[in-house]
């Protein structure tokens, strides 16, 4: 198969795992060029640390973000250039979009037929469209309400209010004051934008993540030779540190690393007074999961508790 192994999915392996070129050539190699399943084969080696895939950054236009008292919308909607997502015509379509979803939920066929003034949604786009001369599409949408309580948001490399490269909502619920949840929401809406957790606690994680994850360990410590009873207190441990590394609850806090975000959100009630629960999150990073050769602004992530 090493054949069909192009330079490009050499890179994006690399990009991945920080592996050497020859090593992700031949771990594609070994598993005919798929991508996941290299990257876990690369682990079982030993040869990376890589924990979860990161998702490439490949499309232009802008994530949107509105929220009420106790309900949030995160959208995404996708331009062709960068140009036309710094144009206003197209920043105001956004915002439109963001606010009609707010009322119509996160079905893109019911925001798209939610009226903004006299014109369906899907018209607006259809006319910004022919004033711009570039194609635009909505993407997706995510939800989140909470019965007592909160949505908080944020928004990273913000162009205008609400609009941006990364949109968060954080759903807090709690009988304590809002303006105390709401502070601290946005705090914790950062840290999710920055963090990128896959899920609030571990009962939350894809039992498939779960079970890929246990694989990959019991594999790498049957490969030394370790006897079955070690391998699986080394499977053990080695789940623990994958929670604090994908679950809210147990990562550490960007804004105080020493403290969990557990941790964080029991000092949080004392301001609040009253406990604290998170009900959920949506994030979107614009043009995850689009495969593009270029655009990638993975290295913004990595420094954003310290450029908010």
Same mark, same amino acid.
């Given at each position: 198969?090493?054949?069909?192994?192009? #330079?490009?999915?050499?890179?994006?392996?690399?990009?991945? !795992?920080?592996?050497?070129?020859m090593d992700c050539k031949a771990a594609l190699s070994e598993t005919g060029g798929n991508i996941e399943a290299a990257v876990d084969?690369?682990?079982?080696k030993g040869l990376s640390k890589a924990a979860k895939k990161a998702g490439r950054v490949a499309a232009e236009g802008l994530i949107?973000?509105? @929220?009420?008292?106790?309900?949030?919308?995160? @959208?995404?909607?996708?331009?062709?250039?960068?140009?036309?997502?710094?144009?206003?015509?197209?920043?105001?379509?956004?915002?439109?979009?963001?606010?009609?979803?707010? !009322?119509?939920?996160?079905?893109?066929?019911?925001?798209?037929?939610?009226?903004?003034?006299? %014109?369906? %949604? $899907?018209?607006?786009?259809?006319?910004?469209?022919?004033?711009?001369?570039?194609?635009?599409?909505?993407?997706?949408? #995510?939800?989140?309400?909470?019965?007592?309580?909160?949505?908080?948001?944020?928004?990273?490399?913000?162009?205008?209010?609400?609009?941006?490269?990364?949109?968060?909502?954080?759903?807090?619920?709690?009988?304590?004051?809002?303006?105390?949840?709401?502070?601290? =929401?946005?705090?914790?809406?950062?840290? @999710?934008?920055?963090?990128?957790?896959?899920?609030?606690?571990?009962?939350?994680?894809?039992?498939?993540?779960?079970?890929?994850?246990?694989? @990959?360990? $019991?594999?790498?410590?049957? $490969?030394?030779?370790?006897?079955?009873?070690?391998?699986?207190? %080394?499977?053990?441990?080695?789940?623990? !540190?994958?929670?604090?590394?994908?679950?809210?609850?147990?990562?550490?806090?960007?804004?105080?690393?020493?403290?969990?975000?557990?941790?964080?959100?029991?000092?949080?009630?004392?301001?609040? +007074? =009253?406990?604290?629960?998170?009900? +959920?999150?949506?994030?979107?990073?614009?043009?995850? +999961?689009?495969?593009?050769? !270029?655009g990638d602004f993975g290295g913004e992530v990595a420094a954003l508790a310290g450029t908010h």
């Open positions: 198969m090493a054949e069909t192994i192009s #330079a490009s999915m050499v890179k994006e392996l690399r990009e991945q !795992t920080g592996a050497g070129m084969w690369l682990r079982k949107g973000v509105a @929220v009420a008292a106790n309900k949030g919308i995160v @959208v995404e909607v996708n331009s062709e250039t960068d140009f036309v997502a710094r144009n206003d015509l197209f920043q105001g379509l956004v915002k439109m979009i963001a606010d009609a979803a707010l !009322t119509a939920g996160a079905d893109l066929s019911k925001i798209l037929t939610a009226k903004a003034g006299n %014109i369906t %949604i $899907a018209d607006a786009i259809a006319d910004t469209v022919a004033k711009v001369g570039e194609n635009m599409t909505l993407r997706r949408a #995510a939800e989140l309400s909470v019965g007592n309580g909160v949505v908080a948001s944020y928004v990273h490399s913000s162009v205008t209010d609400g609009l941006g490269r990364i949109g968060v909502i954080v759903g807090l619920e709690s009988s304590g004051k809002a303006d105390e949840l709401k502070a601290f =929401g946005r705090l914790l809406a950062m840290h @999710v934008a920055a963090a990128n957790p896959q899920a609030v606690d571990p009962f939350g994680l894809d039992a498939a993540v779960v079970e890929r994850e246990r694989n @990959v360990l $019991a594999d790498k410590a049957k $490969a030394q030779g370790k006897p079955a009873n070690v391998v699986e207190k %080394i499977v053990e441990s080695g789940l623990k !540190t994958f929670y604090k590394e994908v679950c809210l609850l147990e990562q550490a806090f960007v804004h105080d690393d020493k403290k969990s975000v557990a941790q964080a959100i029991k000092e949080a009630e004392a301001r609040v +007074g =009253g406990p604290v629960k998170v009900v +959920g999150f949506k994030r979107f990073a614009l043009g995850e +999961g689009i495969d593009r050769p !270029t």
